[in-house]
């Protein structure tokens, strides 16, 4: 689960404050409204869970009484458009092996606990930019680990072992694994 | 030496990257944590390396591991190596990693002052956003006061996207170094005008949120946002500022009137913004939200808000539920818990229905019950909602109907028909018997109809209800009130027999306590048997006397002399301590080392007598409940709205000739309850409240015609009191009697609240306008 950390907090109980809020979404009614009022773990009642179900997402955001409710349940649309937008058709795996850029986008959005952008042609824009600036100090130093990259992200099909044709037996030697 | 590098960058190429680290881990689930420790060992040997990329990547992989719970702090050094890159990209990597891991006791984190100074002022707007964005999340009070100067002087750099930013980590920077509001302030207040409408809308935020735990220093900023709020049109700096006049109109109440128009036009005009549907009802619901914290008695909004809480209603959300609780007077209680109850009957599932009968209580018991008119017509509510099934909130309806009954006396004789009732068919509520369920409400069935026993019609019914063998079903505290309170009414039948002469009677009602209570001497619950128990030999021993005829009710009935009146939750803590007690003086000689363990330590009390102040009034003779019983007869006679208990339909039922010889089984159903033979639907008391009103007002109209006529010559003006009726007008049709809880005599009237001495919003409290 991807979490990004406002507050201080110790390792453990931001461990378990995870634990405590994927248990209470998961356990959530789909009829009932998307608004849990917070127990004394995320730190008392003056604290909100509010939540989204996307497909096989779950995207809450923990917010105090100063925000609007509505407002972030927009933020939290606004949010997935954006991960689409950056992404391409965005899916689950995106999200899992891409965190760090999950992160950026949400940096952009998000300073300090307070709500930075909410247009996402303006958030796209930032993170457009920011992408193109990595891409030129990568520069030519980058390309083989590009590659090395691209051929392990490529889904190779099993090769046999033996090939026969006709009276030909190719042997193939096992090549090294990238696992 | 060259041959090394290339070698080098070869190896450096198989390097995971956080994509190998993923894929790695989601294909060892068995034996992730092993694997995991491999990957931190490769990540160490990484990070030895002079490589900058090397030293990045490795960093990257350690902000995954962190999130998966696993500790980096050990790392921190490298973190800000990896921070000092010149490469924006690992720059931003070593700031994520410190914005997800590093925090006040990290000890290298003043090793980053400089760094964030030298990046706060780079070129890049890039690499400052990214120093900013990290800072927010670690800032310690000491980075605070180094670096408040940079970031005050960021809030007027030329790019709108850092001065988004530095306005928005300013308010980190306040909260940590509080010493930084007053220089700060006056440039936080530029902001509100700036050009960019997100920096615009970033000042507004941090201003509302200072503003929010102190706005008697913001009060000075109202016209300012006044004119924000009138020529805004983003959605998001609307709903701040609305919700900041909620946090100021209350310390200025001018500035309530002044908001009704703009407010009101707001509502009106928010039909433009397509898509958002979202957005147009959190402005509408906070514009009419901070309306009724400003004006309560405006006919107008009283109009705009029945339509929206029918528009709310079917929104199941709990926004929509908790502004009804704001809307609510006396004038439409009535109304709004009608349709209130019309959804509870509708919702499936039990959590909303749950939600709703919770809200319907706390809009009827609020301020000690000040917008109900007729309490009748709350008992019956409360009855109706005894019907739901599955409800985890019994304990609630049950306390409700203990406090209505025992405040509002004038009430008394009907609820204690109402529960007479509900003991008759408690069979049809005993079948829910888990915790908090609905068959809670017996407990206060019973207690109530033992406490004020003397209302009841046909209290050998009732006794014979609560004796019956189902009730050994009920869950142990239930049947323990029931045991108690069977006693009490046994003891005012047995006195009305005994009045009347009629002995006989009173041995049979003796002799059937005797049959039936054995039946709960075997109760499983220890506080039933003990009662149970009890009871059982007094009653023995009054069978004995009753045989030698000795008159016996007097005494039985001064057991439970006395009224049990609410208690103030703070009486304990008020009992004064009596003078010359000094509760820090030693008692003995202070103990010297070779103290014996087994003494036992010397408690303390307070004086005994401060208890007895607390307990029951002296006992009221037997005169004094003559005489009540008599006054209150007068009161039912003279009470139009009384109703004269039907005889129930089991009863008919039970005489129609030729049935007798049925039996009556009892069958376990489950399906909706229905309590029979309740005289009235609560609908009716609405229509009913609605003719009691006219009535009371056209007696005020016809005294002040009266009074008119009396004054020679003079203009008055008519008050048409048709649309403008306030809530003072009405008056309820029966009065709560007990308000004031009990205290203990010479209790200290106020006390302070515990304030937390290490707020940090307090020292957020400055006086800005100097």
Redesign the interface.
């Given at each position: 689960?991807?979490?990004k950390?406002?507050l201080?907090a110790s390792?453990e109980r931001?461990?378990q404050i995870i634990r405590v809020t994927f248990h209470l979404v998961s356990k959530h009614?789909e009829?009932?409204?998307n608004?849990l009022e917070g127990g004394l773990l995320i730190g008392g009642s003056d604290n909100k869970l509010i939540y989204r179900h996307y497909a096989t997402f779950y995207f809450v955001f923990c917010v105090d009484s100063?925000e609007?409710?509505?407002?972030i349940?927009?933020l939290i649309q606004v949010f997935v458009e954006t991960l689409d937008k950056c992404f391409e058709n965005v899916c689950e795996l995106d999200l899992?092996?891409?965190?760090?850029k999950v992160?950026?986008i949400v940096?952009e959005m998000v300073?300090?606990?307070?709500?930075?952008?909410?247009n996402m042609n303006?958030i796209v824009t930032?993170i457009d930019?920011?992408n193109k600036?990595?891409k030129s100090?990568?520069g030519l130093a980058g390309a083989?680990?590009w590659a090395?990259?691209a051929v392990?992200?490529m889904n190779l099909p099993e090769i046999p072992r033996n090939i026969n044709i006709g009276d030909i037996s190719i042997k193939v030697r096992n090549l090294p694994s990238?696992? | 030496m060259a041959l090394k590098m290339v070698k080098g960058s070869i190896d450096r190429m198989f390097d995971k990257n956080l994509q190998d680290l993923v894929r790695g881990i989601r294909n060892h689930k068995e034996d992730e944590a092993k694997y995991i420790s491999q990957c931190i060992d490769e990540i160490k040997q990484e990070l030895k390396q002079d490589n900058i990329a090397v030293k990045a990547n490795a960093v990257c992989k350690l902000t995954y591991l962190q999130m998966l719970g696993y500790d980096i702090s050990w790392a921190a050094f490298n973190i800000i190596e990896v921070m000092s890159a010149s490469k924006f990209t690992f720059k931003r990597i070593g700031y994520l990693a410190a914005s997800q891991c590093f925090h006040e006791g990290t000890d290298v984190i003043m090793l980053t002052t400089n760094q964030i100074r030298k990046d706060l002022s780079s070129p890049n707007q890039y690499d400052t956003g990214v120093a900013l964005t990290g800072l927010s999340c670690f800032v310690t009070p000491d980075l605070a006061r180094d670096l408040a100067n940079d970031i005050m002087t960021l809030m007027s750099h030329t790019k709108p996207y850092i001065r988004k930013k530095a306005v928005l980590i300013m308010y980190k920077v306040f909260l940590k170094y509080p010493e930084s509001l007053r220089p700060a302030f006056p440039r936080l207040k530029e902001k509100l005008e700036d050009p960019d409408p997100g920096v615009q809308s970033a000042a507004v935020n941090v201003i509302c949120e200072l503003a929010r735990r102190n706005p008697k220093n913001y009060l000075s900023l109202a016209p300012l946002f006044f004119k924000l709020m009138t020529s805004s049109t983003n959605n998001w700096v609307l709903i701040k500022i609305i919700k900041l006049f909620g946090a100021l109109t209350p310390l200025e109440p001018r500035l309530g009137k002044k908001l009704i128009e703009p407010l009101t036009n707001l509502i009106h005009s928010i039909s433009v913004f397509g898509e958002k549907m979202y957005f147009v009802f959190a402005v509408k619901y906070l514009g009419l939200l901070a309306m009724s914290k400003i004006l309560k008695t405006h006919p107008k909004s009283v109009q705009s808000h029945k339509d929206l809480i029918l528009q709310c209603c079917g929104l199941r959300t709990s926004i929509s539920l908790c502004f009804v609780l704001r809307q609510v007077s006396k004038k439409n209680l009535m109304e709004i818990v009608k349709k209130l109850m019309i959804h509870v009957d509708k919702a499936e599932g039990t959590t909303y229905r749950d939600e709703l009968l919770t809200k319907i209580i706390d809009i009827c018991s609020q301020s000690n019950y000040q917008y109900i008119t007729n309490f009748e017509w709350y008992i019956s509510i409360l009855v109706e909602l005894t019907r739901l099934e599955g409800t985890r909130h019994g304990h609630l309806i049950a306390s409700q109907m203990l406090d209505v009954a025992i405040r509002v006396k004038a009430i008394r004789m009907f609820a204690v028909s109402q529960m007479a009732m509900l003991l008759d068919n408690a069979h049809l509520i005993a079948s829910n018997t888990q915790r908090n369920g609905i068959c809670e409400v017996l407990y206060a069935a019973a207690w109530i109809c033992g406490e004020f026993s003397e209302h009841l019609d046909e209290p050998n019914q009732t006794l014979e209800a609560m004796l019956r063998p189902k009730v050994t079903t009920l869950p142990g505290h239930i049947q323990a009130v029931y045991v108690q309170n069977m006693v009490k009414l046994y003891a005012s039948i047995l006195q009305q027999k005994e009045q009347a002469g009629e002995k006989e009677a009173a041995k049979e009602i003796t002799q059937m306590m005797v049959e039936r209570i054995p039946q709960f001497v075997q109760s499983a619950d220890l506080e039933v048997q003990e009662r149970a128990s009890c009871i059982l030999q007094l009653i023995k021993y009054i069978q004995k006397l009753q045989i030698k005829e000795v008159p016996v009710a007097e005494e039985v009935i001064a057991l439970f002399a006395g009224e049990l009146n609410p208690v103030a939750p703070k009486a304990q803590k008020k009992v004064p301590v009596p003078e010359g007690l000094d509760l820090d003086a030693w008692i003995n000689e202070p103990p010297s080392d070779s103290e014996s363990e087994d003494e036992k330590p010397r408690t303390i009390f307070h004086d005994e007598e401060q208890r007895h102040s607390r307990h029951r009034q002296p006992e009221i003779d037997e005169e004094e409940l003559a005489r009540r019983r008599e006054v209150r007869k007068q009161e039912q006679a003279n009470n139009p709205f009384y109703i004269k208990s039907s005889p129930s339909p089991q009863k008919r039922y039970q005489d129609s000739p030729g049935v007798e010889h049925i039996p009556v089984v009892q069958i376990d159903l489950s399906v909706p309850l229905k309590v029979p033979g309740m005289p009235m639907g609560s609908d009716q008391y609405v229509k009913l409240e609605e003719e009691r009103r006219h009535k009371q007002k056209l007696e005020k109209d016809k005294k002040k015609k009266k009074q008119k006529k009396e004054k020679k010559g003079g203009k008055h003006r008519r008050h048409n009191s048709l649309h403008t009726e306030s809530d003072e007008d009405i008056a309820p049709a029966q009065h709560v009697d007990i308000i004031t809880e009990e205290m203990p005599e010479n209790a200290l009237p106020s006390d302070e609240d515990d304030k937390d001495p290490n707020d940090p919003y307090k020292a957020l409290d400055i006086d800005l306008d100097k």
């Open positions: 689960p991807l979490k950390r406002i201080d390792e931001q461990q009614d009829n009932v409204c608004f100063s609007s409710e509505l407002g349940l927009d899992i092996f891409h965190v760090d992160h950026n940096a300073i300090g606990g307070m709500v930075l952008e909410t303006e930032q930019a920011q600036l990595e100090e990568a083989p680990v090395v990259s392990k992200n990238f696992k | -």
